[in-house]
């Protein structure tokens, strides 16, 4: 069982930056490939971007490609979201979530694990 909870969401103007963060307890999350999705209301999450449980592959959607990057701390069992250059289509909630596994994944069907989600807000 892994339970993960994300910070460091808030209101930032466009061009601005934000680093999101997400905990999970449980003494295996080396085990796992961690993933960021985001939603807005009544569409479907999307596929943000994917870290490989050892930390050596990374993978994006074409959206933030070049403006967000995705690292891990394996001894703080954390994983983090920089998002620069943000843009007012990149509000939304963002979601962490978790995965046992060798590779990386981009379908929210492929995660077992999800946090509660942080609001990030980006004002034109």
């Given at each position: 069982q892994v339970q993960l909870v994300?910070?460091?969401g808030g209101l930032v103007q466009a061009?601005?930056?934000l680093r999101l963060?997400?905990?999970a307890s449980g003494r295996t999350f080396?085990?796992?490939a961690m993933g960021w999705?985001?939603?807005t209301p009544g569409k479907p999450r999307d596929f943000v971007a994917v870290i490989t449980r050892g930390g050596g592959s990374t993978y994006y959607a074409d959206s933030?490609?070049?403006?967000?990057?995705?690292?891990r701390d394996n001894a703080k069992n954390?994983?983090?979201l920089q998002m620069n250059t943000l843009k007012p289509?990149?509000?939304?909630?963002?979601y962490c979530a978790a995965r046992s596994g060798p590779s990386y994944y981009t379908e929210v069907r492929q995660y077992n694990y999800w946090g509660q989600g942080t609001q990030v807000t980006v004002s034109s």
């Open positions: 994300e910070s460091g061009g601005g930056s963060s997400c905990a080396s085990s796992y999705f985001r939603q933030v490609k070049g403006r967000f990057t995705i690292s954390t994983v983090y289509e990149d509000t939304a909630v963002y």
